[in-house]
């Protein structure tokens, strides 16, 4: 994968990144294809947390995505599918940044960090679930190689979501 911008850098999200994650995640651009608004601060003191539990026994998570700056831009990584239907029991990839970091690589170059982390963790496949609608995110899964597998129309939203899939 060509990566044409410095990688930003991952860590295993602390206590303080669920702050950051409701402050980043507050805006409802951001959360168009999530729901339209912010979880509480309570989901993602338990996201996080199960981050870190991921990480432990898992050697990956939802790694805070930082900026230049050290500044929480948002979150990559992987995690177990938590769904009943679609692709139960596989590893999916994700990202969600900041508005402030569209469109500057970001997501592409900490998925594809992801990538590597995965490979190195043993993973062999992963899957991104994408509303068919998230152009954005539909790019980035390009960018990274995966192809589209399936379709499947969400039960909550009853959207049409596309399943990802890659080879490591």
């Known amino acids: 994968m060509n990566r044409s911008f410095p990688a930003p850098r991952l860590r295993v999200p602390t206590d303080e990144d669920a702050h950051a994650w409701h402050r980043v995640f507050a805006d409802p651009e951001v959360m168009e294809f999530h ?20 990480d432990a026994e898992r050697g990956f998570c939802l790694w805070s995505v930082l900026d230049d700056d050290g500044r929480v831009a948002g979150f990559t990584g992987a995690q177990p599918w938590p769904h009943a239907w679609g692709p139960a029991g596989e590893i999916e990839i994700g990202w969600r940044l900041g508005r402030a970091y569209w ?6 170059t900490a998925a594809g960090t992801t990538l590597d982390r995965l490979r190195a963790a043993g993973i062999t496949s992963v899957v991104a679930m994408v509303d068919a609608r998230n152009e954005r995110s539909i790019a980035v899964t390009r ?9 499947f129309t969400t039960p909550s939203a009853g959207r049409e979501g596309r399943c990802y899939r890659l080879e490591l």
Do not use: P
Not at 44 to 52: G, K
Not at 103 to 108: E, K, L, P, S, V
Not at 143 to 151: P, W
């Open 35 to 54: 729901g339209g608004r912010s979880a509480e601060l309570s989901v993602y003191e338990e996201l996080t947390a199960r981050q870190r539990r991921h």
């Open 103 to 108: 469109g500057r690589g970001y997501a592409t």
């Open 143 to 151: 960018r990274l190689g995966m192809r589209l597998a399936e379709t």
